[in-house]
Nanobody, 122 residues
């Protein structure tokens, strides 16, 4: 059974940093792509960043480029999202996802975590 478990969310002031973690289990993810998405209240879920597990190639939404970094630890089967220079508009529930095809569309991802809340105060 595939499980993706996010952690690391919390409350932070604008300009601060947080690091989210996504621990993956239940299968071999070496051929998978991992993504981070977020959903703010009243808004649709949107793509944040993705990484191909094997190659480490990454992709970012324009809104987070230069501030967020996605990475993975193969030994720990864990994907990270380092978030710096946080803004109030980054406030959302952040979800980890895994899929065989990399991209920005939710439908490309087969497995999802339960989400972790990130709140950025002004």
């Amino acid at each position: 059974q595939v499980q993706l478990v996010e952690s690391g969310g919390g409350l932070v002031q604008a300009g601060g940093s947080l690091r989210l973690s996504c621990a993956a289990s239940g299968r071999t993810f070496s051929s998978y792509a991992m993504g981070w998405f977020r959903q703010a209240p009243g808004k649709e879920r949107e793509f944040v960043a993705s990484i191909r597990w094997r190659s480490g190639s990454t992709n970012y939404a324009d809104s987070v480029t230069g501030r967020f970094t996605i990475s993975r630890d193969n030994a720990k089967n864990t994907v990270y999202l380092q978030m710096n220079s946080l803004k109030p508009e980054d406030t959302a529930v952040y979800y980890c996802a895994a899929g065989t095809s990399i991209g920005t569309k939710m439908g490309l991802y087969d497995y999802w975590g339960q989400g972790t809340q990130v709140t950025v105060s002004s």
